[in-house]
């Protein structure tokens, strides 16, 4: 498996994007900017403490529909590198959060059990 980069990112995620009513490129770069607006929200909890919670987990699992758990993971902690313990409740919600994830940014693996989890995302997706 080849190390994820910035640099052959689009790549990586065409390769495993596989959505059968896509009809264009435009629909593609639309779910790409899914992982910004997860990335926009959760800067806006970090910084107002309003969490919404639903629409994060609309766009998680829509592009875990169209990706797959273990690419999107690999995307998730690749774009998402200084906000996974305010991602990793959602992924772990889902049950797509693997042990170890494998090649993101460098050859070292990332172990996700020592990734720390924000105690209010926490209580907050237990309600649900």
């Not at 992982?35 to 829509?62: A, C, F, M, P, Q």
């Not at 999107?72 to 170890?100: A, C, E």
């Not at 059990?113 to 105690?119: G, L």
């Amino acid at each position: 498996m080849d190390v994820l980069t910035n640099k052959n990112y689009l790549l990586y995620c065409a390769k495993y994007y596989d959505n059968p009513n896509c009809t264009g490129m435009d629909e593609f770069y639309e779910d790409l900017k899914r992982i910004k607006y997860i990335k926009k929200l959760i800067s806006r909890y970090v910084k107002t403490g309003d969490l919404k919670e639903r629409l994060i987990l609309n766009h998680l699992i829509i592009l875990n529909n169209v990706f797959g758990p273990e690419p999107l993971v690999r995307i998730i902690f690749l774009k998402m590198r200084s906000q996974l313990s305010y991602i990793k409740p959602f992924l772990v919600l889902l049950n797509i959060l693997p042990d170890v994830v494998y090649n993101v940014g460098s050859d070292k693996p990332i172990m996700t059990d020592s990734i720390v989890m924000d105690n209010n995302i926490i209580e907050v997706l237990r309600k649900i």
